[in-house]
């Protein structure tokens, strides 16, 4: 199991510090989920931890080690990350760009291997786009792209996954098989790290949720123990009833009305 | 324990197949499409090496053009084609293949298939040192060197004044196009002031020619390419991935700064060194890659095949410059200038709506 860990961790866009000295650990092998208000450094973190934005101060902590210090690609081989919003090069197919996630794993002289092609393939089988393998990214729709995207993650064959609001733009049940494939890729052992918006879907993915507020952790641990009215409240500026799923147990949060501000 | 994908055990495996549209070459992964094209790149290539070696005010036939190169046939085609046309299709070439390259690396860099050497200011500064070295007094340098410095000169301030390539290189691209800008002011300054007949010796690198181009130049241009063309395709595996976006590209294990440094660097030298020997010709940087990126299809960044194109463009527009109105001599950067434009138009009118190069 690889151990994701921030020590002090400051990350800042420009001058402005989004983190400010963050202590966090991923637990290993499970699915975590960061959740937060809009602006709250969700984002920023998850481009921290993926060493995308290098840290102002503190350090991310892979195994023990300081990413910043780690080559590039040694980094890659460990850590995948499937960005928001992330764009292709114009008519690349499914396949084209899932093999794109074997590049940490291919240099000058070992271009393609076994290895690449059975990755491939499974990541292709994976995200549940094998029979779109052979079609030109821009002729799908939005949910079946981002399963695309996700393939090249999977198929990068990281101990580490990092997804930023996976879910985005699918529908009902593209959202339900993304998730269905996060925890499976848990189950096999990786830890995955995602930022999410919807707090049911947390939820119900996460083991362990990691509520932010302005850079700072407000409450972080298993769903059932830290989501409560308080939290929402807190969070979003909302009040809400908080009752358990009737079908997993996982709260489901029933938002009321905007809180009476205060100060 | 590191988390894997079930995997079968591996016993002596059988050679692995390759993607679709690819080859297995060795431990190289040979996109087939790319090699047809840049296979028939070179044949076309030859054959206008070939006519242009025959074709002109003394026609000779294309084989015995070829033939002279290797010292055989009558010393009148000795003469024509050794001392006469060899050195311009030589400098023809080199020039094509280093502006194709250029324009390849610097669209792919930018993701923009706007960012050539014309627009990042380099082009500008080449012409303004080479006009000033023939518009003011005799200088120590000729022009060809103060090109060279020129294009150097811009490079450097551009890359010092946008602090590297920046995220996207679009700084880098901002910033040349506002040197190229003032370079160009600085051109149009020293011609408004010199005469007529001083003015029209420093025409020819306002528009870029293969008609005074000079042996020196011509060595350190193919010298340049030597080390330029392995590099470039040795960087192929960075340039793929640096079209997508940063966050994805560092993902996926590429060095960001470094990958943009050496690329930068390649296509600065050679876009730098070919200016030296023909002035600005313009439209191949922007016109060859797009035609290549035709040619090749999706997947690949087509390092090699955008050189080709670039020296058949180059090629071409020297043949009808020096031709088409005989024995009046049109300089080859009109001539892609004339012929680029909507040649360009047309390859972006027909071309799906694409953002990336």
């Known amino acids: 199991m690889t151990v994701l860990q921030t020590r002090s961790l400051t990350l800042a866009h420009a001058r402005t510090p989004v983190i400010d000295g963050l202590d966090l650990d991923l637990p290993a092998g499970q699915v975590t989920v960061i959740i937060g208000p809009n602006g709250c450094g969700k984002s920023t973190l998850l481009s921290g931890l993926a060493r995308v934005l290098a840290p102002r101060g503190g350090s991310v902590l892979l195994d023990g080690c300081a990413l910043a210090t780690m080559p590039t690609r040694e980094v890659a081989r460990r850590v995948g990350l499937l960005p928001q919003s992330a764009v292709a090069p114009d008519g690349l197919t499914v396949r084209d760009l899932v093999r794109y996630g074997r590049h940490p794993h291919q240099g000058l002289l070992r271009q393609w291997s076994r290895a690449d092609a059975e990755a491939v393939d499974a990541a292709l089988a994976a995200a549940g786009v094998e029979d779109l393998a052979e079609r030109p990214l821009d002729t799908l729709s939005g949910g079946q792209r981002q399963r695309a995207w996700i393939a090249m993650v999977v198929a990068q064959d990281t101990p580490v996954v990092l997804l930023d609001e996976p879910t985005s733009a699918l529908d009902l049940g593209h959202q339900i098989e993304v998730l269905d494939l996060v925890r499976s890729l848990a189950a096999r052992g990786r830890t995955v790290v995602l930022v999410l918006h919807d707090l049911s879907s947390a939820c119900r993915v996460a083991d362990h949720l990691v509520a932010l507020v302005d850079g700072q952790v407000v409450a972080a641990g298993a769903p059932g123990a830290v989501v409560n009215p308080g939290l929402v409240r807190r969070l979003y500026g909302v009040e809400s009833v908080v009752v358990p799923d009737p079908t997993h147990g996982t709260p489901v949060v029933c938002p009321v009305g905007l809180a009476a501000r205060t100060g | 324990m590191t988390a894997t994908l079930p995997r079968r ?79 311009r299709v030589e400098a023809g070439l080199a020039v094509g293949i280093a502006l194709g390259l250029s324009g390849c690396l610097m669209q792919t860099l930018a993701r923009n298939r706007l960012a050539t050497p014309e627009t990042t200011g380099l082009n500008n500064g080449a012409t303004a040192f080479a006009v000033a070295s023939v518009v003011s007094v005799p200088m120590s340098l000729a022009p060809p060197a103060m090109a060279l410095t020129g294009a150097a000169t811009a490079a450097a301030l551009t890359l010092g004044l946008s602090g590297g390539a920046g995220p996207r290189g679009y700084r880098f691209l901002v910033v040349g196009l506002g040197l190229g800008a003032v370079f160009g002011a600085v051109t149009n300054l020293l011609l408004a002031r010199a005469d007529i007949d001083t003015a029209n010796a420093a025409m020819p690198w306002t528009v870029g020619t293969l008609n005074t181009t000079t042996g020196p130049a011509v060595r350190l241009l193919e010298l340049g390419l030597l080390v330029g063309l392995p590099t470039a395709m040795l960087l192929g595996r960075w340039l793929r991935a640096l079209r997508f976006p940063d966050a994805v590209a560092t993902g996926l294990g590429v060095p960001l700064g470094r990958a943009r440094i050496a690329v930068l660097l390649t296509s600065v030298g050679a876009a730098g060194l070919s200016v030296a020997v023909a002035g600005p010709l313009g439209m191949v940087a922007l016109a060859a890659p797009e035609a290549a990126r035709r040619l090749t299809g999706p997947g690949p960044v087509p390092v090699v095949a955008s050189a080709l194109t670039g020296a058949v463009f180059t090629l071409l527009a020297d043949l009808v410059g020096r031709t088409a109105f005989a024995p009046l001599e049109i300089p080859a950067g009109l001539v892609t200038a004339v012929v680029g434009g909507p040649y360009l138009l047309w390859l972006l009118l027909t071309t799906r709506t694409r953002t990336t190069p």
């Open chain 2, 9 to 87: 055990p591996a016993a002596r495996p059988p050679a692995v197949a390759a993607p679709p549209g690819h080859s297995m070459l060795g431990p190289v992964l040979v996109h087939r499409r790319g090699l047809v094209t840049v296979v028939g790149l070179l044949v076309v290539l030859g054959a206008v090496v070939a006519i242009s070696l025959a074709v002109g005010s003394v026609r000779i036939d294309p084989l015995r053009a070829v033939g002279a190169v290797f010292g055989t046939g009558t010393p009148r085609d000795l003469l024509v084609v050794g001392q006469l046309r060899l050195p």
